[in-house]
């Protein structure tokens, strides 16, 4: 598949992830296949690929069968799959459903799963404030934060086989900084078009007006950040994971 319309940081991700799918297996599940671009990649292991996502994927290719479903209650028996691939969507889950939805994976896998999730994201920054409800979210829709003990515990059916990091970022804030965009209402957070409230659904639009006094305190704690980013270490941006199921039959 063509992936010269993706950034150089992207591509080296998507080729980690297929460096990280287990040879000689038949069947994969993708969770969040969205438009399909990473679905057909597999098929370059797999003979039989399933694609899921909330809406039923349009993808159209006689060895890809898409289904609509929910990480949190799959509709597939036991070891369903040979391979399981959930690359962004752990970070999508409300943290109440976190622990089923990984349960699942793990359930529906005969042998192994491969996870991709942000690493140590702080997601702090880039709040946003729902013009509807009122509540605050976090960038990107991403609930959840993740590290290699918070991933393994919640991935306790299995062990790790293989694990990289991927990306560097320097972006850090703080619990001040998070406050004073808090209390300006975070008109400068990650809205967006595709954006919606993970409370109430209503799309995420950049407030059409910010009051003198919520520029100053976002201002400020913008300040606080950018000081705070240019003092810290790289880290990673994402971490991939290949496990394997510990109860998984020979082969």
């Not at 919640?154 to 320097?170: A, H, I, K, P, W």
């Not at 808090?182 to 409370?199: F, K, T, V």
Request: charged residues 25%; proline residues 7%.
């Amino acid at each position: 598949m063509d992936l010269d319309g993706f950034s150089a940081k992207e591509q080296e991700r998507i080729a980690d992830l297929m460096r990280l799918m287990p040879r000689g297996r038949r069947s994969v599940l993708e969770i969040g296949a969205r438009g399909g671009y990473f679905t057909e990649l597999l098929l370059e292991r797999f003979e039989h690929v399933t694609a899921l996502d909330l809406d039923k994927p349009d993808i159209s290719h006689p060895d890809i069968t898409p289904v609509q479903g929910d990480v949190t209650g799959l509709r597939f028996a036991d070891n369903s799959f040979d391979v399981v691939v959930c690359t962004e969507v752990l970070e999508h889950i409300p943290p109440e459903r976190l622990e089923a939805a990984c349960g699942e994976i793990q359930r529906v896998a005969r042998y192994e799963l491969v996870v991709g999730v942000p690493y140590r994201q702080d997601i702090r920054i880039g709040r946003t404030r729902c013009p509807h409800c009122g509540r605050r979210n976090p960038p990107w829709g991403h609930f959840n934060s993740f590290d290699r003990s918070k991933l393994s515990g919640l991935m306790s059916g299995c062990q790790v086989r293989e694990q990289n990091f991927m990306g560097s970022e320097t972006e850090r804030t703080n619990a001040l900084s998070g406050w004073l965009m808090d209390a300006a209402g975070n008109p400068w957070g990650a809205y967006g078009p595709e954006e919606r409230c993970g409370y109430c659904g209503t799309p995420l639009n950049a407030p059409p007006r910010v009051a003198a006094w919520q520029k100053a305190l976002a201002k400020a704690g913008l300040l606080i950040s950018q000081m705070q980013t240019r003092l810290a270490s790289p880290r990673p941006i994402w971490l991939h994971t290949m496990f394997k199921k510990t109860d998984s039959p020979a082969g």
